[in-house]
């Protein structure tokens, strides 16, 4: 591993220890440095700040992830995120708890947007109609796996992952009976 690969990974570490340990606002560059014997000087040469830390930790975690395997399916890839989330499960959710700008769940739907359009892109033909699906897409992913890790994490994350692309399945059902109800509806007019 190269020495900048070192010197970022002993800084995670010592995030990862402290954020079990304290709030994410309570934790400062100082004492991130202190836990791996860094010095600020050391921080500030990788990382903007510690917002910026936290998003690498998922960043690495999700490429490591990300080449372990090759996703065919989208559904393969959210449940194997959800693995992941559910292996550092302490972790992300104290990471979830970070609020405001730069905040780990903005990171996240960021990172989440390109993604979602590689697999979901042909949802539909309308440009702007496509860029809103995804957000809603990576919104409600987002917001689900919060949910799920804030509440303990009680399905696992092939179980959750399940139950996801079943209640997914259950609106689209919901979405063409509908449409066939009102094209029956329109008929009779």
Same mark, same amino acid.
């Given at each position: 591993?190269?020495?900048?690969?070192?010197?970022?990974?002993?800084?995670?570490?010592?995030?990862?220890? %402290?954020?079990?340990?304290?709030?994410?606002?309570?934790?400062?560059?100082?004492?991130?440095?202190?836990?791996?014997?860094?010095?600020?000087?050391?921080?500030?040469?990788?990382?903007?700040?510690?917002?910026?830390?936290?998003?690498?930790?998922?960043?690495?975690?999700?490429?490591?992830?990300?080449?372990?395997?090759?996703?065919?399916?989208?559904?393969?890839?959210?449940?194997?995120?959800?693995?992941?989330?559910?292996?550092?499960?302490?972790?992300?959710?104290?990471?979830?708890?970070?609020?405001?700008?730069?905040?780990?769940?903005?990171? %996240?739907?960021?990172?989440?947007?390109?993604?979602?359009?590689?697999?979901?892109?042909?949802?539909?033909?309308?440009?702007?109609?496509?860029?809103?699906?995804?957000?809603?897409?990576?919104?409600?992913?987002?917001?689900?796996?919060?949910?799920?890790?804030?509440?303990?994490?009680?399905?696992?994350?092939?179980?959750?992952?399940?139950?996801?692309?079943?209640?997914?399945?259950?609106?689209?059902?919901?979405?063409?009976?509908?449409?066939?109800?009102?094209?029956?509806?329109?008929?009779?007019?």
């Amino acid at each position: 591993m190269p020495d900048a690969n070192i010197t970022k990974s002993a800084l995670a570490a010592s995030m990862k220890k %402290l954020m079990m340990e304290k709030p994410f606002d309570k934790i400062s560059v100082i004492d991130i440095c202190r836990g791996c014997g860094m010095n600020r000087k050391s921080f500030y040469y990788h990382f903007k700040d510690k917002y910026d830390l936290v998003n690498w930790i998922f960043y690495m975690d999700f490429i490591t992830m990300m080449t372990s395997h090759s996703y065919t399916v989208g559904w393969e890839l959210l449940g194997a995120v959800a693995e992941m989330f559910y292996k550092n499960q302490d972790f992300y959710r104290a990471a979830f708890r970070i609020e405001g700008q730069n905040s780990f769940r903005e990171y %996240l739907n960021e990172s989440m947007i390109p993604i979602a359009s590689f697999y979901l892109s042909d949802i539909s033909e309308d440009p702007e109609d496509e860029e809103l699906f995804m957000a809603m897409f990576c919104e409600a992913y987002i917001s689900i796996v919060e949910h799920w890790l804030q509440k303990g994490c009680r399905q696992t994350p092939d179980e959750f992952a399940g139950r996801l692309h079943a209640m997914v399945r259950g609106i689209a059902r919901k979405v063409v009976e509908s449409e066939e109800i009102e094209t029956e509806l329109y008929r009779k007019k």
